[in-house]
């Protein structure tokens, strides 16, 4: 039996979009309006579906039912790296926390079979990145969570993540710099003018706001 390739790469079966495009749903940019919006959802999450199809296909499991809540509970007990991280980001989008009922991983923070299960999905990019993730993959990774999760983040993080993840979608990455500038303008009530950006160079051209220079 040949061995299991340790950190499968994920989200790399669909080709990315080849630039940044308004929803013709919701007409912001594709992929902000995450979960909220059917067009955008399938956008963002045709990347982690179809890598689950094929884990379904290769376990000979049909998309469904018992079977396949099974399949994901037995990827989520199976050693970090096993899986693609967007099959344990999936199976987890399957299942129910027992203690909150909401889908695992989402639920509030006090919730601590979500917590656990949030915080145990993270050893796979801390084993993983750089050798089997890119940044622009991890980045894209931690947008989805944080945009099905908003209960569980500050309104800053979530903005930070919504802003980013039409320009995520097509490759780009942040910079640590650059992501500080952009939660500073969040905290001065600037979402609306940053959303009007229509690329992530625009975006990450900002000016440092004075009362949030670095020292």
């Not at 919701?26 to 992929?31: D, K, P």
């Not at 923070?109 to 990145?129: I, L, N, S």
């Not at 600037?190 to 992530?200: F, H, N, P, Q, V």
């Amino acid at each position: 039996m040949a061995a299991v390739q340790a950190f499968p790469p994920g989200a790399r079966r669909v080709p990315r979009p080849a630039e940044v495009r308004s929803c013709p749903s919701c007409a912001v940019l594709a992929g902000r309006s995450y979960p909220s919006c059917v067009v955008c959802t399938e956008l963002v999450d045709q990347f982690w579906l179809v890598d689950w199809q094929a884990l379904l296909a290769g376990e000979g499991v049909v998309p469904g039912g018992g079977d396949e809540r099974e399949l994901a509970e037995a990827v989520l007990a199976d050693e970090v790296g096993r899986h693609p991280w967007t099959c344990t980001d999936w199976a987890m989008s399957l299942l129910e926390c027992a203690a909150c009922g909401a889908e695992l991983g989402t639920g509030h923070r006090d919730c601590v079979p979500c917590t656990m299960a949030d915080e145990r999905r993270w050893e796979w990019d801390h084993q993983g990145y750089p050798g089997a993730m890119t940044g622009n993959e991890h980045e894209l990774r931690v947008s989805r969570a944080v945009l099905r999760a908003e209960a569980r983040h500050r309104p800053t993080t979530v903005q930070t993540y919504r802003l980013l993840l039409p320009f995520l979608l097509v490759g780009e990455s942040t910079e640590a710099g650059e992501a500080r500038r952009i939660k500073a303008h969040l905290l001065a009530g600037g979402y609306d003018a940053l959303a009007e950006c229509r690329s992530y160079p625009e975006l990450a051209a900002l000016p440092f706001l004075p009362w949030r220079r670095s020292s």
